[in-house]
């Protein structure tokens, strides 16, 4: 029962910040010290039903991309996506090969929110000065790119604050419009990381040992909660600003600051 209940913790916890501007390695990071560490494979499935959550939300922008395609708005979209999810997998790659990724522990972690918190008002007082503005342009596409490189290499970037933000300062000044764009560029690279996991778990041998109910569980746990909290922030960003997640970063940052001290 114990172990079931902190099946159902992680599964909230991933479905809740995986695309809230709050960085999930930060919060599974907490979670796991006090809940225990989880199989790569259990926390890439968890991720899988955030993922789910969001291609449920979007089916019928999905869809109509993929039925219209011929349509001229819905051609640029496509390619613009392909785009930004074509620079992550080779900025990827690259940073990779360089060993640039951070490791998953405390310190990085909390100084990428602190930092990523700061970067939320500055932003946010940048483009409360501009016009609304909800045209994709190469530049934003570009740069939300690049900003999934950003949060790869950085735990607890956060990818979707990165997303947002890069397309809000290219020009996207439109929050729910950012929000979009981050949100389908997330789907195919989320689902692309994903995969690429549970290749390297296969190969490496240790899927044979993995406890199927309670991946399973994780996974449905993650999907719902992760349905609600986008479905939600849709609607929060309609009429609202990014500064409050400024302000949790930053508190959670330095509390997680004190923690290593």
């Known amino acids: 029962m114990e172990s079931l209940l902190q099946v159902v913790l992680l599964g909230i916890i991933e479905g809740i910040t995986e695309f809230l501007p709050i960085s999930s390695t930060g919060h599974l990071l907490i979670a796991e010290h006090w809940l225990?560490?989880?199989?790569?494979?259990f926390n890439v499935a968890i991720q899988a039903g955030a993922?789910?959550?969001?291609?449920?939300?979007?089916?019928r922008r999905l869809w109509d991309l993929a039925v219209h395609f011929s349509r001229t708005e819905n051609r640029n979209y496509v390619?613009?996506?392909a785009t930004a999810v074509a620079i992550t997998v080779v900025g990827?790659?690259?940073?990779?090969?360089?060993g640039l990724e951070l490791p998953d522990t405390v310190a990085p972690v909390a100084w990428a929110l602190l930092l990523g918190g700061v970067a939320i008002f500055a932003i946010e007082a940048y483009t409360g000065r501009q016009a609304s503005n909800d045209v994709l342009t190469w530049k934003v596409a570009l740069w939300v790119g690049v900003g999934q490189i950003l949060a790869a290499v950085f735990p607890g970037t956060s990818r979707s604050a990165a997303t947002i933000f890069a397309a809000m300062l290219a020009g996207m000044t439109s929050r729910p419009a950012a929000a979009e764009f981050s949100f389908?560029?997330?789907?195919?690279?989320?689902?692309?990381?994903t995969a690429y996991e549970v290749i390297d778990l296969y190969r490496s041998g240790n899927v044979v040992d993995e406890n199927w109910t309670e991946l399973g569980i994780g996974f449905v746990v993650s999907a719902v909660v992760a349905f609600i909290a986008v479905k939600w922030l849709l609607r929060y960003v309609q009429t609202h600003s990014f500064t409050p997640f400024g302000w949790y970063r930053i508190a959670l940052g330095l509390l997680l600051l004190a923690a290593v001290d």
């Open 184 to 193: 389908l560029v997330g789907i195919p690279t989320m689902f692309a990381a």
């Open 36 to 41: 225990g560490r989880r199989s790569d494979l």
């Open 92 to 98: 990827g790659l690259v940073a990779k090969q360089m």
């Open 79 to 81: 390619l613009k996506l």
């Open 51 to 59: 993922i789910l959550a969001v291609v449920v939300i979007y089916w």
